[in-house]
């Protein structure tokens, strides 16, 4: 059976058979799965270097690192915390380490203007139970120059003592004199003295000497 010329043939050729020629190449199936393959391959790593750029200049990588806590703002377990507390012990005195008015010998020195007040505040203090070793105007060393309420002098073992006579008076100042021996302690009066502390100021200064607060710094950076 014979057909009729295909168009562009000029009528050269006369074609037989049911069927026209293929006028191109068919294109293989492999090359498509190939080509689509490729495709979505490229416009995945095209996301991904879009998502990085966004990240890195949007800020969101610093924001985790910054939400992220530091280790030392993880918080203690309590065997952490108890080793700690036995590794570094409190340089506070206890409450069996204060010793007692009775044990306290405290000499009272005038060092203002106003007459009468060191043997009226060694007076109250001997009421309150303390030993008085001696009253009178300060030595020139401190006379007019005490400008706080007291200030408390004793040698290298008055530490403890110190504490106690300091929780007398509120306001007062303390020093360590390695001249001196023993746990004396040398009561200056000041210009800003008025009178010793009540009976409750001296209960709630002891008691907070006996049994400090936790210092600011001791369990780490807040979170």
């Known amino acids: 059976m014979s057909m009729l010329t295909p168009p562009g043939m000029g009528g050269k050729y006369r074609v037989t058979g049911t069927q026209y020629p293929r006028m191109r190449r068919t294109r293989s199936r492999g090359r498509i799965v190939a080509s689509t393959v490729a495709v979505t391959v490229a416009l995945s790593f095209a996301g991904w270097g879009t998502l990085q750029l966004i990240d890195t200049f949007g800020g969101r990588s610093g924001s985790k690192k910054a939400n992220a806590a530091p ?46 007040l060191a043997k009226s505040t060694a007076d109250a203090l001997a009421a309150r139970g303390f030993k008085i070793g001696t009253f009178g105007n300060a030595p020139a060393t401190y006379d007019k120059k005490v400008m706080q309420s007291a ?17 007398q008076i509120t306001g007062t100042a303390t020093k360590t004199d390695p001249k001196l021996a023993g746990t004396t302690v040398d009561l ?36």
């Open 188 to 223: 200056m009066i000041g210009k800003a003295f008025t009178k010793l502390s009540s009976d409750a100021q001296v209960k709630q200064a002891l008691t907070a000497l006996a049994h400090p607060s936790p210092a600011a710094g001791s369990t780490g950076k807040a979170c």
């Open 71 to 116: 280790a030392s703002c993880r918080r203690s377990t309590p065997s952490a915390t108890a080793s700690a507390a036995k590794a570094a012990p409190s340089s506070a005195p206890s409450a069996a380490a204060l010793p007692k008015p009775g044990a306290i010998t405290v000499n009272v020195y005038n060092a203002t203007s106003k007459s009468g």
């Open 151 to 167: 200030l408390l002098v004793g040698g290298a073992k008055a530490g403890p003592a110190l504490s106690v006579v300091s929780a």
